[in-house]
């Protein structure tokens, strides 16, 4: 039994789950909210017993002192068999981490170094690592990048049409995101299918959202960018916006840097569409006939078929698409939509099928020329996953 403690970090939250690299049995999982902001929100479960509790968490080292007592009180006892492996979810890996790596101080500083390509993310990542550092000092710790599996993007895909000193100076490039869960899920088609050779169009679709195309298992196109706001229509980023608009709105409206950060990244989207970001919520308001939230719904099941032609043309062939994320995974009506509008590359969806989907579900006919598939992600099984691979080189 390999046991990797896989952690996220976010700037006021940390994720956690227990789990065998091997088997991917799930030993304990947990969260804790509202770091720094008094009073901490802590969830742990482990087998079939969840504990809610408040308590005081001042900064990361809190959490993860806190994190500590919980197993301690809550169990597995974490001391009972060593840890094979702490394994940390990174957002940005720019050019220089391009598969999972051991963490070290010449690693702090290389991310650290890396702050102004995701200035919202891994400052809370590298919290997060150095506070577990100081928790679990005699466990490898191995950083595994969103980044990283759009390592394979062509210089085609990921070179924006900019003047070249953006590109060699500042780093201006396509990076991508999503990269655990695409990497995950597009294995798991493969698997199901039998197939190493395969164009596979994976949508992961929650708050956050992207396209990504895995042509016999590499990525070689997705919608995020240099940063998470390129490409689909999400919870409250805009998604693929006119370049020229933020200037338009400078000019017009006064609107400052800040403020046009902010309305891209927190107030467009879903939000700046129906007013809301909870897909769950515009859905329900578009059943009950709601123009606007049907209006936004519209336009997000047009940017995804639209994604999704790309790529099959990119690709030269489409095989199969693969629903994941909260969205993804939970919305047959979404699906449905979305599927409808695919029948010029033979796609025929089992209504069944999709209305009933739960787990790992084929949402399409045998006579269908496309699989599609409902494929759960589990970003921490691979980041366990890659963590054993890396160690045991």
């Known amino acids: 039994m390999k046991r990797v403690l896989v952690i996220n970090a976010g700037s006021s939250s940390v994720k956690y789950q227990l789990l065998d690299a091997d088997s991917g049995l799930v030993a304990a999982s947990g969260l804790i909210e509202r770091i720094g902001e008094g009073t901490g929100e802590l969830r742990h479960t482990a087998g079939e017993s969840t504990q809610r509790w408040s308590a005081p968490i001042a900064d990361p080292a809190a959490a993860f002192v806190a994190l500590g007592e919980a197993f301690g009180t809550y169990g597995p006892d974490l001391g009972a068999e060593p840890l094979f492996a702490v394994g940390h979810r990174v957002v940005h ?60 993007l062509p210089p085609a895909a990921f070179t924006y049409a900019v003047p070249q000193t953006w ?9 991508g995101f999503h990269g655990t869960s695409h990497e995950y899920v597009s294995r798991r088609v493969s698997a199901i299918m039998g197939r190493s050779e395969l164009a596979i169009v994976v949508l992961h679709l929650g708050n956050g ?43 017009t409206a006064g609107l400052g840097v ?7 990244n927190k107030q467009s989207g879903l939000k700046g569409l129906a007013g809301a970001n909870d897909y769950r919520t515009i859905s329900d308001r578009a059943q009950a006939g709601d123009a606007d939230a049907a209006a936004a719904i519209a336009v997000v099941v047009h940017r995804l078929v639209k994604y999704i032609g790309a790529y099959a043309a990119a690709m030269g062939r489409l095989d199969a698409i693969a629903f994941t ?27 069944d099928a999709n209305a009933a989907a739960e787990g790992e579900t084929l949402v399409t006919t045998s006579a269908s020329r496309v699989a599609a598939y409902v494929i759960p992600t589990n970003e921490e099984l691979q980041i366990a996953r890659e963590c054993r691979s890396l160690l045991q080189q």
């Open 93 to 152: 890996g720019g050019t220089k981490f391009r598969e999972a790596t051991r963490i070290d101080e010449h690693v702090l500083h290389a991310l650290e170094e890396l702050t102004p390509l995701a200035p919202l993310h891994n400052p809370a990542n590298i919290a997060g690592i150095r506070a577990a550092l100081a928790r679990f000092p005699d466990v490898p710790h191995v950083a595994v990048f969103d980044t990283a599996f759009h390592r394979t």
């Open 167 to 175: 590109r060699d100076e500042h780093s201006v490039r396509r990076y």
């Open 209 to 251: 959202c992207s396209a990504c195309a895995v042509l016999d298992g590499e990525s070689i196109d997705t919608s995020m960018g240099m940063t998470p706001l390129e490409g689909l229509v999400m919870g409250t980023r805009c998604g693929d916006l006119d370049p020229a608009i933020p200037f338009h709105m400078a000019r």
């Open 258 to 264: 800040a403020e046009l950060d902010d309305a891209l």
């Open 325 to 351: 994320g909260g969205i993804g995974e939970h919305s047959p009506r979404l699906r449905a939509a979305v599927l409808g509008r695919l029948t010029v590359f033979g796609v025929e969806i089992d209504a």
